[in-house]
């Protein structure tokens, strides 16, 4: 499906490039413009000089290109180039500081920073390490802009592939607008048996009257996540050895040469209001969501192996199965000095299955199915500096279930602002902690478990002088994976015999992190750093001490300003900790104390260019990886990727 997507923007590009040409409408910057920015301005103000006219009347200036999230926060594209929009060139296009990549592009990744995870009180499907790169409700964005808009975005991967994600956006009127885009990708990688071929596509439109009554966002998504999966290196030695015999990675052997791991999920998604009032603002609104959400998760190995332990069949095909169906109807009543109150009620209405019964020494069901009521209220208040928000629910049927938040922010100029977030949640667990069957033996469970309870404080100061945010949350009940300890042949494969377990105790964490970008000149130096504090009794959440990225940088301006160019080095580093490790079988992390990883320096060079709307990112990913020592690892027994150059390119079209 991904080359015949390739092939239909290789046939579409010529005629979008030569429309872009033709066309006689002009983007102007607007607001705090970026000396990028300006430079467009530049080039219209050219244009006038040479007697080329212009209409006041069709020039879109990049304000109007706006980007409207779910809670209706809104911003407008940003075209420039800058180190903070260099951290976002990756699979994830977001900044993926406080994650580990592994070893090839479109696995998943590593948490460092504890910080990033986020909670529902629902019991989820679970299988949490392979949605990482899984769009969730709200990384759906909806969009409002005045002449269609296209981005596109390329970059090589690790060996024999490609990744693209297009992206493309209208609005038929001013009322109502489209967008179309997909995220594909296939990388071979570096290690036998680890091939990603992943996909996402999503279609979005919003929609309201001309008199503001009625407001609608929908979107439609549908996204499989593709991995081989190797298990990672059986001999660690030979990869930490240097032997230049192994620096040819496909050498060494690794557990799994057969066996894959395939997450499909399908969604279909509405959020609309209605003013019951048709001339007056200050009125009831009648509120509903909808989200229709089916998945999957499969893994299949048609060779069974003794690292997960004994097996009912030597072919395994392991298939678990979830869908869930979630409304929401509310009434609220918003005034523009007051705020907005809402009340509602909430069906959340699920089934996780499989097709067949484990019949044993336990019994092992096929099936987990209920329904979840709730009630709550909402009050949102937005006026000038200041927005705030407060929610309260609790369950209406048997399951124990309570969500409060509270988040306020302060907007003092465009440089200043204060935020924070309060959550505390008696949430369910997610629902392969509950129930999960496997052709292995030791990979079939079915348990009665606690709530988890979570306790959550946030700060955050984004000043001109630095950006500094703080995290306190007291966790009891935490569900997690640990290993078990088996006996076996040391002749043998060492076996990973991984399971759900419950911590009775309490856990304190607490975290402090501050960024800064000095400017000195054509120079600067942007730094990021992450201290985190664990208190508990045992050691269930670990996490590093201390994580930094430090860029060095150099900007200018080449050709009389046609061409804006950054180069610089990207240093990454984190203390050792016993990291996570990954259970491919699972698609889950798990604690573990047996092999503590870190210490090493992750160093990236990079060559960046712009003119005008196009984008061009070189870089050498880990360039050090030769001359510091292979000790580098994402998790146990996989390794963290080999020096590699890769290339990038986003094109912008505004038309």
């Known amino acids: 499906m991904l080359k015949k997507f390739i092939i239909f923007f290789m046939l579409l590009f010529p005629v979008v490039l030569f429309s872009q040409i033709n066309n006689k409408k002009g983007l102007k910057s607007a607001g705090n413009t970026t000396s990028e920015n300006k430079m467009q301005m530049s080039d219209s103000n050219t244009n006038s000089k040479r007697g080329i006219k212009k209409e006041k009347d069709t020039i879109a200036t990049v304000d109007m290109y706006k980007i409207i999230t779910l809670d209706r926060d809104t911003t407008y594209v940003d075209t420039s180039l800058t180190v903070q929009n260099d951290y976002k060139v990756n699979y994830l296009r977001k900044d993926n500081f406080g994650l580990l990549q592994f070893p090839n592009i479109g696995q998943t990744y590593n948490i460092l920073d504890y910080g990033l995870v986020d909670h529902n009180p629902f019991p989820e499907f679970g299988f949490k390490a392979k949605h990482a790169a899984y769009m969730e409700v709200n990384d759906i964005n909806y969009y409002n802009v005045p002449t269609p808009y296209t981005d596109l975005f390329y970059r090589s991967v690790l060996s024999q592939g490609q990744m693209l994600d297009a992206f493309i956006t209208l609005n038929t009127s001013e009322n109502l607008n489209f967008a179309v ?35 609608l966002k929908l979107h439609v998504t549908a996204q499989d996540i593709s991995n081989q999966e190797n298990g990672g ?35 279909y998604f509405v959020d609309h209001t209605f003013r019951l009032s048709k001339s007056n603002p200050n009125s009831l609104l009648l509120h509903h969501q909808f989200n229709y959400e089916n998945k999957s998760f499969t893994y299949t190995q048609p060779t069974a192996s003794e690292r997960f332990g004994p097996w009912y069949t030597s072919n395994i095909n392991n298939k678990t199965r979830y869908n869930r169906m979630y409304n929401m109807v509310g009434a609220a009543y918003t005034n523009d000095n007051i705020g907005t109150l809402e009340f509602y009620v909430e069906d959340y209405t699920y089934n996780y299955y499989y097709n067949r019964v484990i019949l044993g ?50 907007k003092f100029n465009d440089e200043n602002e204060l935020s924070f977030r309060y959550q505390n949640m008696n949430k369910l667990p997610d629902l392969n902690y509950r129930l999960y069957q496997s052709s292995y033996v030791e990979y079939n469970w079915y348990n009665e478990l606690k709530n988890e309870k979570i306790n959550n404080f946030e700060f955050e100061a984004k000043t001109k002088w630095i950006t500094a945010s703080m995290q306190y949350t007291v ?16 002749d043998d494969v060492e076996p990973l015999i991984v399971k759900p377990a419950q911590f009775d105790g309490t856990i304190n964490y607490f975290s402090v992190k501050a960024s800064k970008d000095i400017k000195f000149g054509k120079f600067g130096l942007d730094n990021t750093l992450l201290y985190q504090s664990v208190s508990q009794s045992d050691a269930i959440l670990n996490v590093p001490d201390f994580t930094t990225r430090n860029t060095l940088y150099f900007s200018d301006y080449l050709f009389k300003k046609a061409l804006f160019i950054q180069t610089g080095v990207t240093f990454q580093y984190f203390t050792k900790y016993y990291m996570n490790g990954y259970n491919p079988l699972l698609g889950e992390f798990y604690v573990q104390d047996e092999k503590k990883i870190g210490d090493f320096p992750l160093m990236d060079f990079f060559i960046n260019a712009k003119v ?28 963290y990727k080999d020096f590699v150059i890769r290339f990038g390119v986003i094109w912008d079209f505004f038309s």
Not at 369 to 384: E, L
Not at 475 to 490: G, I, M, N, S
């Open 181 to 215: 885009a997909y995220k594909g990708l296939r990388s071979i990688g570096k290690y036998v048996n680890s091939i990603s071929s992943n996909g996402n596509f999503r279609f979005i439109t919003s929609y309201n009257t001309k008199d503001k009554r009625y407001n």
């Open 233 to 267: 290196i059986i001999d660690s030695d030979l990869f930490e050895s240097g032997d230049a015999l192994y620096t040819d990675r496909e050498r060494l052997e690794v557990y799994f040469e057969d066996a894959s791991s395939l997450l499909k999920g399908n969604r």
């Open 361 to 410: 020494d336990n019994f092992v069901p096929n099936l987990l199915n209920d329904r979840v009521d709730t009630y709550g209220a909402r009050y949102t208040y937005q006026k000038g500096k200041l927005k705030g928000s407060v929610l309260f629910s609790n369950s209406i049927t048997d399951q124990s279930l309570a969500n409060i938040q509270a988040s306020a922010r302060y």
């Open 475 to 490: 966790l009891k009940d935490k569900l997690y994976f640990e290993r078990v300890d088996v006996a076996y042949d040391p």
């Open 612 to 639: 005008k709307q196009f984008r061009v990112f070189l870089k050498a990913e880990h360039f050090n990886s030769s001359f510091s020592g292979y000790n580098y690892y994402s998790a146990p027994t996989y390794p």
